[in-house]
């Protein structure tokens, strides 16, 4: 919440800034390129989507929308959307491919980037137990994944309480961390992030209760050309995920917040804006 004064003239004092509609957007050099929050009014209207359904970009870059799959229903609850009724994959948050291929095509080839969500995760009965991955968000051409698509990463239940990240690095490979869920975080609200700059190849896990992180090293840029991939934050689909049946539970989660940052753009430390992102969100209270 913000006092505006609105004045009918122009200020050409330097160095003023805009006025930014998340206070996660200051000072990010627009390395933010895309963001939501399904709370806010003004990024979405609330209620339960419908296909197609208008998420406005927080950044103001390019807007997102929902994906239903046919006969599919994403129902709204605790200030977010909740997956709890599909019964199929491929029904999400679709993330405009522009944020893709600025971090593909805007950072001198080094492709840094921080892709993150506030989720409530599972229960622990709930925990993909199936085999096959089962995306929190994912990007890609329609039901295919890494294998064999570009794409920039994954990060998804795995069986064994295994929350996996993956970053591709060509057509059929990809990095690959492991983060064992703490038996605490089931059922939390929780922030969940992959990145990699300079530094390190890294995913973290984040609750009231505990912070959990597993690193790797930065590596090399993906040599697949993912620059005109759709983000799906959401019920995703790949490697044999083409069901869900009666005994599949994974989809029992819901989506809050999230957004995708260009690195290079931004100069930001994940972490440092991880925090100060989830001590502003928690503040507000708005998600159950």
């Known amino acids: ?77 605790g200030g977010g ?6 019964t199929t994959p491929l029904s999400y948050l679709a993330v405009p491919a ?9 950072t001198g080839g080094n492709q840094y980037f921080l892709a993150a969500s506030y989720v409530k995760l599972p229960a622990q009965a709930d925990w993909d137990a199936t085999g096959s991955i089962a995306p929190f968000f994912t990007w890609g051409t329609g039901s295919a994944d890494y ?12 069986t064994g309480g295994v929350l996996s990240g993956r970053r591709q690095t060509a057509i059929g490979a990809a990095s690959q961390l492991s983060l064992t869920v703490p038996v605490a975080d089931y059922g939390q609200v929780a922030q969940i992030a992959i990145w990699r700059n300079a530094t390190e190849f890294a995913i973290r896990l984040k609750t009231a ?25 959401g019920i995703g689909q790949g490697f044999a995920h083409n069901t869900i049946s009666g005994s599949t539970t994974y989809q029992k989660w819901r989506l809050y917040r999230g957004w995708v ?4 753009r931004s100069g930001r430390d994940p972490e440092t804006v991880l925090n100060a992102d989830w001590a502003r969100t928690i503040a507000r209270n708005v998600y159950a």
């Open 1 to 77: 919440m913000a006092l505006v004064l609105k004045i009918p003239t122009t200020s050409t004092a330097a160095g003023l800034s805009a006025l930014r509609r998340d206070p996660l957007l200051d000072g990010d050099n627009s390395g933010v390129r895309f963001a939501f929050d399904l709370a806010f009014p003004w990024c979405y209207a609330g209620g339960a989507p419908a296909n197609g359904a208008l998420v406005k970009d927080t950044a103001e870059i390019a807007s997102g929308s929902v994906v239903l799959a046919a006969s599919q229903t994403i129902n709204a609850a």
């Open 81 to 86: 959307f909740d997956f709890s009724s599909i």
């Open 98 to 106: 522009a944020a893709a291929a600025d971090i593909y095509s805007q």
């Open 147 to 158: 294998s064999s698509v570009a794409t920039l990463c994954v990060m998804a239940q795995m």
């Open 209 to 233: 209760l505990n912070t959990t992180k597993v690193t790797a090293a930065s590596g090399a840029a993906n040599s697949a050309d993912f620059s005109a991939t759709v983000g799906k934050f």
């Open 261 to 264: 940052e260009n690195l290079v």
